[in-house]
Nanobody, 120 residues
């Protein structure tokens, strides 16, 4: 079994910062791309940021310059540093990863989501 567990969400004022973490655990051989998605009220789930196993990154235009994705391969963990937060960043944030299990099968996994609320 493989699990992704997110942490770090919460309530923050506009202009504030939060750091999300997502740790993968279980029967893991390898992880290539890891990503953060979000789904705001009444919206579809959208890609926020993605990082490859070579640490190449890509961001949604709406978060460029404010959010930074990073990973610690030794800990099978991906992070999302969110600065200069805006009310429109309010959403449930989901971690996603492509993982090769010990049975050599590649599968895509989702975390359970963590709520981020930006409000004064």
């Amino acid at each position: 079994q493989v699990q992704l567990v997110e942490s770090g969400g919460g309530l923050v004022q506009p202009g504030g910062s939060l750091r999300l973490s997502c740790a993968a655990s279980g029967n893991i051989l390898a992880i290539n791309a890891m990503a953060w998605y979000r789904q705001g009220p009444g919206n579809e789930r959208e890609l926020v940021a993605i990082i490859t196993d070579g640490s190449n990154t890509n961001y949604a235009d709406s978060v460029k310059g404010r959010f930074t994705i990073s990973r610690d391969n030794a800990k099978n963990t991906v992070y999302l540093q969110m600065n200069s937060l805006k009310p429109e960043d309010t959403a449930v944030y989901y971690c996603n990863a492509n993982i090769r299990r010990t049975d050599f099968v590649w599968s895509n996994y989702w975390g359970q989501g963590t709520q981020v609320t930006v409000s004064s």
